[in-house]
Structures are given as C-alpha cells and as structure tokens.
C-alpha cells in the first residue's frame, strides 16, 4: 500500500489514469468521442445548437429563449466581476471577491433538464473503453484517498451523488464499506446491475438532495465532476450536512479554473459549457465549502492535459494532438503541473464541523 500523504508516491497513481500521459493526447482524445464528432472538435454540440445560433457575422450568439440571468457570485453573492470570456454563445465572469468563475447567463432549470435528458456528448466519452479503463483507476484511488481518512471499523455508508453507472460505488463496496449507495438522474445507464446487498445504485432527482429520502445519514459523500453543474453550489452543500453524519467527510471533484490548460485554452477550452455553471479554483471551492461550516483536510490537481497543452504550445489545435518531433517545453510534465496545483481537476476532502 503506498503512502498517500507523500507526494512522490500519490504522483505515480493518478499518472496512471490520466489518458493523455497513458495512450498520448491524440489517440486518446480519438478513442474517447472528445475528438472527431465529439465535443472538442472546437465546434458546439448537437445540444448547444438547441439554444444557441450561429449568426455567421459574430458567429454563435444565445437563442432568445431558455437563458436566465445570473448577476450574483453563486459562491459569495457578491456582485462585483469581471468579463473572462465568450465560448459559443456563453458568457463566463470572474467574481472580483473569491476569484470563483461564474456563467451568465445560464439556461432555465426546464430547459437545462431537457437538453440533459437527451445529452449524449458525455455519455459516448465516459462509455468508451479507453476512458472506462481510466476511471476504474481513478475511483480506486479515490477510495483509497478517502480510506486513508477514515478507519476501517468508520467504513459504514458511502454516497456518491452524480455516480453514473456507478464504477466509485462499485469499487468502494469492494474496498471495505458496509453500505455504498450511488444516485443518479442519468436513466441511460438502465442496463448496469442494480442489485448487490451493500452495493446500490438508485435513480433520484440528484439536483434536489432534500426530495431524497436515503433513510440513514453518510459517513462520507463523493461527487464527482457534478458540483461544477449546480446553480446554486451554497444551497446544495447546505442541504447535504443533512445527510451527512457529524465530522463526516465530503469528497469533491471539480474541474480547476487555475489548471495550466484553462489558463491557456481560454475560449478553447471545452470546460466552458453550457453544462458548467461553475468553474472553481482552490481557494473559491475553500470559500464555499468553510462557509457552510467545513474545513479542508486535503486537497491536490489530477489530470494533466498534457498532450493538448503541448499540442498548442505547437502553434496547433489544443486537442489534436499534433506534438512537436522536440519539445522545447520539456520542463513541464506532470511532477511540475501537479506540484504548482495546475492539474486540470481539483479533488478536495471536507470535513464537517457540526
Ligand atoms: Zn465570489
């Protein structure tokens, strides 16, 4: 078992199921529907064009209908901002007070609901082999992670909220909890088994966590890549201290607005969707989380990105793939993005103080 405190140690697991380092930036992006039809292909997905048009002279402007204003900072309410960008139709700012990266407009809770229940864009990448290999890494670490916090006689419930066809679930259960719940509103996912003693994976409205009724209260909840989706994150943190039990632990996941690719990319970077409301950097998810009455016990970069990082250091497209034959910006790999927390994901561990 390796030492997850040492950073050395960690930096050889999650380089394991990070998909660029692993099979290359251009085959992996290929082989996991980001590229070709997928939606890194720099054009907007057969979702976004529901609600956006391009207007050939400024190119994609917002539809008239679906979008709703969003004036307020959704971590600290504040109204100071800044404009940060413009990608396809979708206007992002950053709060003036927390540095926490905001849409604004963003589309009504109807129509977000309908272009979510016929969104395929994410379910052809996260199905794909390639990218299936990789997350069964990443959710043993992530278990791991979250064991090395809590004792094994501590291990009794588990939620994952947002849990897909339940992979994290599926591993957690494995890995010494009683009791592993995941929920999810996603109904593509109906042909993965369901039945397990200890092990279940329930269909629920995971937007609203008080329309649950798990009838026991978790000793840890994980999300994964799903806090970045909520309007209203404060709101939603709050509510699940109510099924949380006292001192438990909230494990995130979220997309890093101070990633080296985010910073780059800017308009091209694909994290800027109509499904990501918003965009957390280390100190805003802090922000957020202290004030609902947690403190962080962990929390580091995953996922490089290298491979499109170089791609456009190459003068290329960031997500071709298309590499240098001699990089002249060798120094940056994976020790030194992880090391400065520029890693395209942020994973944090909360624990609750009431
Ligand atoms: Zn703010």
Same mark, same amino acid.
């Given at each position: 078992?390796?030492?997850?405190?040492?950073?050395?140690?960690?930096?050889?697991?999650?380089?394991?199921?990070?998909?660029?380092?692993?099979?290359?930036?251009?085959?992996?992006?290929?082989?996991?529907?980001?590229?070709?039809?997928?939606?890194?292909?720099?054009?907007?997905?057969?979702?976004?064009?529901?609600?956006?048009?391009?207007?050939?002279?400024?190119?994609?402007?917002?539809?008239?209908?679906?979008?709703?204003?969003?004036?307020?900072?959704?971590?600290?309410?504040?109204?100071?901002?800044?404009?940060?960008?413009?990608?396809?139709?979708?206007?992002?700012?950053?709060?003036?007070?927390?540095?926490?990266?905001?849409?604004?407009?963003?589309?009504?809770?109807?129509?977000?609901?309908?272009?979510?229940?016929?969104?395929?864009?994410?379910?052809?990448?996260?199905?794909?082999?390639?990218?299936?290999?990789?997350?069964?890494?990443?959710?043993?670490?992530?278990?791991?992670?979250?064991?090395?916090?809590?004792?094994?006689?501590?291990?009794?419930?588990?939620?994952?909220?947002?849990?897909?066809?339940?992979?994290?679930?599926?591993?957690?259960? @494995?890995?010494?909890?009683?009791?592993?719940?995941?929920? =999810?509103? #996603?109904?593509?996912? %109906?042909? !993965? $088994?369901?039945? +397990?003693?200890?092990?279940?994976?329930? @269909?629920?409205?995971?937007?609203?966590?008080?329309?649950? =009724?798990? #009838?026991?209260?978790? %000793?840890? !909840? $994980?999300?994964? +890549?799903?806090?970045?989706?909520?309007?209203?994150?404060?709101?939603?943190?709050?509510?699940?201290?109510?099924?949380?039990?006292?001192?438990?632990? !909230?494990?995130?996941?979220?997309?890093?607005?101070?990633?080296?690719?985010?910073?780059?990319?800017?308009?091209?970077?694909?994290?800027?969707?109509?499904?990501?409301?918003?965009?957390?950097?280390?100190?805003?998810?802090?922000?957020?989380?202290?004030?609902?009455?947690?403190?962080?016990?962990?929390?580091?970069?995953?996922?490089?990105?290298?491979?499109?990082?170089?791609?456009?250091?190459?003068?290329?497209?960031?997500?071709?793939?298309?590499?240098?034959?001699?990089?002249?910006?060798?120094?940056?790999?994976?020790?030194?993005?992880?090391?400065?927390?520029?890693?395209?994901?942020?994973?944090?561990?909360?624990?609750?103080?009431?």
């Amino acid at each position: 078992m390796k030492d997850l405190s040492n950073f050395e140690d960690r930096l050889k697991i999650i380089n394991s199921f990070d998909g660029n380092l692993v099979y290359g930036a251009k085959s992996f992006n290929l082989t996991t529907n980001r590229t070709g039809k997928g939606p890194s292909n720099g054009l907007p997905t057969k979702e976004l064009l529901k609600v956006v048009q391009d207007s050939q002279k400024d190119r994609f402007v917002r539809k008239s209908i679906g979008w709703v204003e969003q004036k307020n900072c959704v971590v600290c309410n504040s109204k100071k901002r800044s404009f940060l960008l413009n990608r396809l139709g979708l206007a992002y700012f950053r709060c003036a007070e927390c540095s926490h990266i905001y849409q604004d407009p963003i589309l009504s809770n109807s129509v977000a609901a309908e272009l979510y229940s016929n969104e395929e864009t994410t379910t052809k990448i996260y199905k794909s082999d390639n990218q299936q290999e990789m997350d069964e890494i990443k959710f043993s670490y992530g278990v791991d992670l979250i064991n090395s916090f809590v004792s094994n006689k501590n291990r009794n419930s588990i939620l994952d909220i947002g849990c897909g066809p339940g992979i994290f679930s599926k591993v957690a259960f @494995r890995k010494g909890w009683d009791l592993s719940i995941g929920v =999810d509103i #996603n109904d593509s996912y %109906d042909d !993965i $088994s369901k039945s +397990s003693s200890g092990f279940k994976l329930v @269909r629920g409205n995971v937007l609203d966590i008080a329309s649950l =009724d798990f #009838n026991t209260k978790f %000793d840890v !909840i $994980s999300m994964w +890549s799903f806090l970045e989706h909520i309007p209203d994150p404060k709101k939603y943190i709050n509510d699940l201290g109510n099924v949380l039990k006292d001192n438990g632990l !909230i494990f995130i996941l979220v997309p890093n607005s101070d990633s080296l690719v985010a910073k780059l990319l800017r308009e091209k970077s694909t994290c800027y969707n109509w499904k990501h409301i918003s965009y957390f950097n280390i100190k805003s998810l802090n922000f957020l989380l202290e004030s609902c009455g947690y403190n962080c016990v962990f929390d580091e970069t995953v996922i490089t990105e290298i491979g499109n990082i170089k791609s456009y250091l190459n003068g290329k497209e960031p997500y071709s793939g298309e590499l240098p034959d001699k990089d002249p910006f060798s120094f940056i790999d994976s020790k030194f993005i992880h090391i400065n927390k520029l890693g395209s994901r942020i994973i944090a561990v909360y624990k609750k103080n009431f």
